[in-house]
C-alpha cells in the first residue's frame, strides 16, 4: 500500500533515520503518482546524508511534478530547496 510507505517514511524522517526514509520513498515514488511532497522528504534526507547532487534532483524532480499538478507555490519552495 504506497499510503502505508508514505507514512512509514514520515515517521522515519521524524525519527531522523535518514537511509531508511530514502528506501522507503523511492519504494513509495516508483509505485504512487505523488504530487510533489514526497520529493521534498527525500531531498532533504538525502542531504542529510550529505548526498548534494542527489539530494538536489530529487528536489528538482519534485519542483517538475508539483507544477504538473499546478502546486506552483510548492514548485518554487523545491527550487529553492535545489539551490541550496
Do not use: C
Not at 507514512?7 to 528506501?23: H, I, P
Not at 511532497?37 to 538536489?56: I, Q, T, V
Amino acid at each position: 500500500n504506497s499510503l502505508t510507505l508514505l507514512m512509514l517514511a514520515n515517521e522515519y524522517f521524524k525519527a531522523q533515520r535518514w537511509s531508511d526514509t530514502v528506501a522507503i520513498l523511492r519504494d513509495y515514488l516508483a509505485r504512487a503518482a505523488d504530487e510533489g511532497a514526497a520529493y521534498r522528504l527525500l531531498g532533504l534526507s538525502l542531504r542529510r546524508l550529505g548526498d548534494e547532487p542527489a539530494a538536489r534532483q530529487a528536489f528538482l524532480q519534485g519542483a517538475e511534478t508539483a507544477r504538473r499538478h499546478r502546486h506552483d507555490g510548492m514548485a518554487n519552495e523545491l527550487e529553492s530547496q535545489a539551490e541550496g
